[in-house]
Structure formats: structure tokens, C-alpha cells
């Protein structure tokens, strides 16, 4: 089933860029890859796999910087994921037309990336960068026996990089050495396919991610109710369908709220559940169309609502043809005083 999100008003912009999996003509060794070096075993291992190609010149040019766009392709395919082009992200950065875009949507709703206004697709990718990609997309977790001396406990990278090395997916760069502010070259990334790939193995699924309870009983308070009927008027005036509110989408929504409260944030993306579209898959909410407004510290249902429709892409939300039904949560409290989720979908 295609899934399609919607978070915000998109202004996308074409960028292009290199790719590891660029077409060529060449069908065995690179030439510029010598057997003596590290990457050698790993990209020819690749190549035999069907992973990686190189350039149309026939060189792999394993020494040329990694961006970030170009390591979700690489994560992806050896993670053997499902891509979805169908998927609206709110990066003014990134268009649909890149190659990396649906990759980078998937990492985006199963937690990996955040949500965010920009994404720096074009970035060169550091070694930490790649060890929180990595360690996030396979749920990895562990700390090595002998930690690198480069990446201390306060390091905020230090977490994936110890899980990392934990799994067997790095040894660093010798001398008890990561490097996490090094910059991924092509040679270092086919090495950490070829780990990642070798890790997972031949016909596993990544893993399936918890999905929690819906509470049967739940039901919508005044100000959610109050939030309903106005979003519905603002539709009817703009010619567009009602919208149904369902019971099961206001339990995620509220439960979203509560974590913004509780957890002292105001963000798409909660600590606690990932993405809007990973939450409501993790509470088994099947989808065709998805998408989520968020406000904080509104008096009202009416100031709430004034402020979402002075809103452009809260607005595009709100007046979607494409969406059918709503879940309002509403929570007092926190530093805010008050935490608003409307959260939009189309079975």
C-alpha cells in the first residue's frame, strides 16, 4: 500500500548530485581500486552483488567524498528496504526527483532522520553521521569492549558509535581511532556496506518495529470536540468534504500531546515515537494519506484554530481534500500551559 505524509507546505528544489550507483560499462575490477587497498575486497564484493557501480568513465573514485543524500541510497539498498516516491516531505532542499528522495522518506517516517525544514542533501557525510544512520535504521545497540579513545561518553554520537563497533560493522581507522568528524570517502562506504550487508544476511526482514495499544474507551473532550466542529466549518466554507473524527487517530493524537508536555518539547518528531507516521504505524493505524499540525500555548480552541489557518501549511492541512478523517488531542500543562495535535488521514 502506498503511504503519502504530508507535514508541511513544500517548496522543493532541484539539486544534483553524484551517485556510488551511477551507471557504467565496466562489469568487473576498477581500475582505479588496486588489490593492496582496503576498500578492494569490499567494493569487489559489492560489485559481484550487484550494490554498487561506478562511473561512466569506468573509475570508482573511491576516494571522493559521501554526502548525505547518497548514504540513504546506500543504507537502503544493502538494508533491503521498501521505497515509496509517493511520500511528501517538508525539506526545501530535496526534491521528489532525486534519486535519494524516497530513500530518505522511509528513514524519515521509521525515525532515523528528522523532521526538519532543511535536510543538506549535499552535505559531505561525517563518520558519525553514518553511525547514527546505520545504528538507527538496524535498532542496533551495545558498547564495544574497548571504546575509541577518540569518542568519549560525551561525545553525542558516542551512543551509535559504540554500537557500532559493538556489532562488528567498524573498527575504525586504526590506533584505537574512529574519526567521527572525518568525512565518508566512496572506498570507506563500501566498506560499511559490505558490514552492514554481511550483518544483516541473505533474506532477513528488518525489524519490526513495537506498536502500541489504542485505547477502546477513549473518548474527545469539550476543547477537541470544540477544535472538530470549527475545522469542519472552515471546510465546508471552503467547499470541501467534513471530515470524520475518529476515536482511535484522537488517541494517538492526545498521546502525542502528553509527550510533548511531558517530555518539555514542541516538535513533529517526539523522542518517544519517532514521526508523526511512525507513531501512527506503531499504533497500527493503516494509512493511505497522513499528515499532522501541532500548536502550543493557545488559550482556545478558537485562538488554536486562528493560528493554524494564519498558517500556510497548517492551513493546506486542514482544508486537504485528500484527507477524510481527524484526531484532535488536547493536554493542559507544561511550560506552554496548553498542547494542540491535529492529526489527519485517509484509510
Given at each position: 500500500?502506498?503511504?503519502?505524509?504530508?507535514?508541511?507546505s513544500?517548496?522543493?528544489?532541484?539539486?544534483?548530485?553524484?551517485?556510488?550507483?551511477?551507471?557504467?560499462?565496466?562489469?568487473?575490477?576498477?581500475?582505479?581500486?588496486?588489490?593492496?587497498?582496503?576498500?578492494?575486497?569490499?567494493?569487489?564484493?559489492?560489485?559481484?552483488?550487484?550494490?554498487?557501480?561506478?562511473?561512466?568513465?569506468?573509475?570508482?573514485?573511491?576516494?571522493?567524498?559521501?554526502?548525505?543524500?547518497?548514504?540513504?541510497?546506500?543504507?537502503?539498498?544493502?538494508?533491503?528496504?521498501?521505497?515509496?516516491?509517493?511520500i511528501?516531505?517538508?525539506?526545501?532542499?530535496?526534491?521528489?526527483?532525486?534519486?535519494?528522495?524516497?530513500?530518505?522518506?522511509?528513514?524519515?517516517?521509521?525515525?532515523?532522520?528528522?523532521?526538519?525544514?532543511r535536510?543538506?542533501?549535499?552535505?559531505?557525510?561525517?563518520?558519525?553521521?553514518?553511525?547514527?544512520?546505520?545504528?538507527?535504521?538496524?535498532?542496533?545497540?551495545?558498547?564495544?569492549?574497548?571504546?575509541?579513545?577518540?569518542?568519549?561518553?560525551?561525545?553525542?554520537?558516542?551512543?551509535?558509535?559504540?554500537?557500532?563497533?559493538?556489532?562488528?560493522?567498524t573498527?575504525?581507522?586504526?590506533?584505537?581511532?574512529?574519526?567521527?568528524?572525518?568525512?565518508?570517502?566512496?572506498?570507506?562506504?563500501?566498506?560499511?556496506?559490505?558490514?552492514?550487508?554481511?550483518?544483516?544476511?541473505?533474506?532477513?526482514?528488518?525489524?519490526?518495529?513495537?506498536?502500541?495499544?489504542?485505547?477502546?474507551?477513549?473518548?474527545?473532550?469539550?476543547?477537541?470536540?470544540?477544535?472538530?466542529?470549527?475545522?469542519?466549518?472552515?471546510?465546508?466554507n471552503?467547499?470541501?468534504?467534513?471530515?470524520?473524527?475518529a476515536?482511535?487517530?484522537?488517541?494517538?493524537?492526545?498521546?502525542?500531546?502528553?509527550?510533548m508536555?511531558?517530555?518539555?518539547?514542541f516538535?513533529?518528531?517526539?523522542?518517544?515515537?519517532?514521526?508523526?507516521?511512525?507513531?501512527?504505524?506503531?499504533?497500527?493505524?493503516?494509512?493511505?494519506?497522513?499528515?499532522?499540525?501541532?500548536?502550543?500555548?493557545?488559550?482556545?480552541?478558537?485562538?488554536?484554530?486562528?493560528?493554524?489557518?494564519?498558517?500556510?501549511?497548517?492551513?493546506?492541512?486542514?482544508?486537504?481534500?485528500?484527507?477524510?478523517?481527524?484526531?484532535?488531542?488536547?493536554?493542559?500543562?507544561?511550560?506552554?500551559?496548553?498542547?494542540?495535535?491535529?492529526?489527519?488521514?485517509?484509510?
Amino acid at each position: 500500500m502506498k503511504k503519502r505524509r504530508h507535514i508541511f507546505s513544500m517548496t522543493m528544489t532541484i539539486l544534483l548530485t553524484g551517485s556510488l550507483l551511477a551507471p557504467t560499462t565496466e562489469a568487473a575490477s576498477f581500475p582505479d581500486v588496486y588489490p593492496n587497498e582496503k576498500a578492494y575486497t569490499a567494493v569487489e564484493e559489492l560489485l559481484e552483488r550487484d550494490s554498487i557501480s561506478g562511473f561512466p568513465d569506468g573509475t570508482f573514485r573511491q576516494n571522493e567524498p559521501v554526502t548525505r543524500a547518497q548514504s540513504a541510497i546506500f543504507v537502503g539498498r544493502v538494508h533491503g528496504i521498501d521505497v515509496n516516491d509517493q511520500i511528501e516531505l517538508p525539506f526545501k532542499d530535496l526534491s521528489p526527483k532525486q534519486a535519494a528522495y524516497p530513500y530518505i522518506a522511509y528513514y524519515v517516517n521509521n525515525g532515523v532522520f528528522d523532521l526538519s525544514e532543511r535536510f543538506y542533501p549535499n552535505r559531505p557525510l561525517t563518520r558519525a553521521e553514518m553511525a547514527r544512520t546505520v545504528v538507527k535504521a538496524l535498532a542496533l545497540n551495545g558498547t564495544p569492549d574497548k571504546p575509541f579513545s577518540d569518542v568519549p561518553s560525551t561525545h553525542p554520537d558516542a551512543i551509535y558509535i559504540h554500537a557500532l563497533a559493538a556489532n562488528g560493522l567498524t573498527s575504525g581507522v586504526g590506533h584505537n581511532k574512529y574519526n567521527p568528524d572525518g568525512i565518508v570517502t566512496r572506498g570507506q562506504m563500501a566498506i560499511f556496506m559490505l558490514n552492514i550487508d554481511n550483518f544483516i544476511g541473505p533474506g532477513q526482514e528488518p525489524e519490526h518495529q513495537p506498536i502500541y495499544d489504542i485505547d477502546p474507551h477513549f473518548t474527545s473532550n469539550a476543547t477537541e470536540q470544540q477544535i472538530f466542529l470549527l475545522v469542519n466549518n472552515e471546510r465546508i466554507n471552503a467547499g470541501v468534504q467534513p471530515l470524520k473524527l475518529a476515536n482511535d487517530l484522537s488517541h494517538v493524537a492526545r498521546v502525542k500531546s502528553k509527550d510533548m508536555r511531558d517530555l518539555d518539547y514542541f516538535d513533529h518528531t517526539s523522542p518517544t515515537y519517532g514521526s508523526p507516521f511512525k507513531m501512527m504505524d506503531d499504533f497500527g493505524l493503516d494509512y493511505t494519506s497522513a499528515g499532522e499540525n501541532i500548536a502550543a500555548g493557545q488559550a482556545t480552541a478558537i485562538r488554536v484554530m486562528n493560528s493554524w489557518m494564519n498558517s500556510l501549511g497548517h492551513r493546506q492541512n486542514i482544508l486537504n481534500p485528500d484527507f477524510t478523517e481527524i484526531g484532535i488531542g488536547y493536554v493542559e500543562g507544561g511550560d506552554y500551559g496548553s498542547y494542540f495535535t491535529q492529526m489527519f488521514m485517509t484509510r
